[in-house]
């Protein structure tokens, strides 16, 4: 059984930096694609960023160049590097994982993925 576990939200000003981390189990890691996703109150989750099982990564264009996501998988552990944030990144965080052909870029299709618990994000101006 997949397992998720997000760590490394926090309070952040506007313009600082937040690393999350996602430690998976119950899958061959290396096999799957992987990927973030947010949702703040009262809107929709929303895909944020993926990376593939050869390390290739999307990203949303609202968070291009200011987060990075990347995976380690002797630690099995996902990672998304927040910089720059601003007040509308502010939302619960998770990470979920999948085989490949279930994704579409950085979201995965309806029904499917193994979540984490979600980890909050909250910047203020």
């Known amino acids: 059984q997949v397992q998720l576990v997000e760590s490394g939200g926090g309070s952040v000003q506007a313009g600082g930096s937040l690393r999350l981390s996602c430690a998976a189990s119950?899958?061959?890691?290396?096999?799957?694609?992987m990927g973030w996703f947010r949702q703040a109150p009262g809107k929709e989750r929303e895909g944020v960023a993926a990376?593939?099982?050869?390390?290739?990564?999307s990203y949303a264009d609202s968070v291009k160049g200011r987060f990075s996501i990347s995976k380690d998988n002797a630690k099995n552990t996902l990672y998304l590097q927040m910089n720059s944030l601003k007040p509308e990144d502010t939302a619960m965080y998770y990470c979920?994982?999948?085989?490949?052909?279930?994704?579409?870029?950085?979201?995965?299709?309806?029904?499917?993925?193994?979540w984490g618990q979600g980890t909050q994000v909250t910047v203020s101006s």
């Open positions: 990376i593939d099982s050869d390390g290739s990564t």
């Open positions: 119950g899958y061959t890691y290396s096999s799957y694609c």
């Open positions: 979920a994982a999948d085989r490949c052909r279930r994704w579409v870029g950085y979201e995965i299709l309806p029904g499917f993925g193994s």
